[in-house]
């Protein structure tokens, strides 16, 4: 049985969860075209989520992804916090803000049990994860009521150590790809490789199915990850333009002008390495920086600059996440989106 069968979709055709960006309405839509839509749930209450969730499934009944982080939560460091703060301190003169003001606190937590137990009564088809896999306990709740579990890879070792712990499929993430990178055995960025190198990689070392992200907004880069042996393809990007999403107006801007060719890592906005379009505090800081604290606690003291900045229309401190071919982000239904993929399928 293929894993389009094993998901009961029409399409082999995966709506990349993008936290921040999206919520039911694009899930739904990509659903009702044939694909598997996705609701990201890591910045949702569990309140939150279960309300998003039952506007799912009033309206479809088809199969659903959700997703969580599984990172595991930082300590603050008062040392590095000082040090990020310094570095910001001139862009707070700028706006008149008070950097003292910042909380220590961020909004990303990993997948728990409280998350579980909301999730639990609606049982949903599959449960993916970004950074592993939660605890086992975890995972076998999410297990007992029938979900596929799926994960993401971004390299040949995180492919086997997902596979060997119980992962139904692994998303092999390419360097493309927008927003945050999945890798979870190492941080060496210099491990990360682009999907048409990793994706045959993976295929040949694991025995679950893979489904190709990176990179992928069109037919013929269907019709490629195909041909390298995935399953299914995961597309976010491209996406993102699409009426049925939630970007904000300065995010929507960027991804259809020419700052959307250029893009890079940085962990500027989070304290983990993400792929977005190459801002102001990105040029003028650098896109990787030592100072910025560990992933998700360097987003609490950049929050206030991306208000103050929005506020005047600029995009200047916003995560703009972005792939690397945002050439098909258009202004599109979500539905002509998919139709357009699936014109790479084989015939």
Known sequence: MTLTEQLGIGVPILQAPMAGAQGSELAIAVSRAGGLGALPCAMLSPEAMAEEFQAIRNAISGPVNVNFFCHTQPSPDPERQARWHESLAPWYAEFGLDIEAVPAGAGRRPFDHAACDALEPFRPEVVSFHFGLPAPELLARVKAWGALVFSTATTVEEARWLEARGADAVIAQGLEAGGHRGLFLTEDLTTQMGTLALLPQIRE?????????????????????????????????????????????????????????????????????ARGIVTRLMRELGPISEAAPSFPLATAAIAPLRAAAEARGLGDFSPLWAGQNASHCREVPAGEVIAELARGLPR
């Open 205 to 273: 070392a694991v025995d679950v199915p893979v489904i190709a992200a990176g990179g992928i907004a069109e037919a013929r880069g269907m019709t490629a990850a195909l041909a390298l042996g995935a399953e299914a393809v995961q597309v976010g990007t491209a996406f993102l333009c699409c009426p049925e999403s939630r970007v904000s107006a300065i995010h929507r801007r960027a991804l259809m002008s020419e700052a959307a060719r250029h893009t890079a890592l940085t962990n500027l906005y989070s304290g983990r390495p």
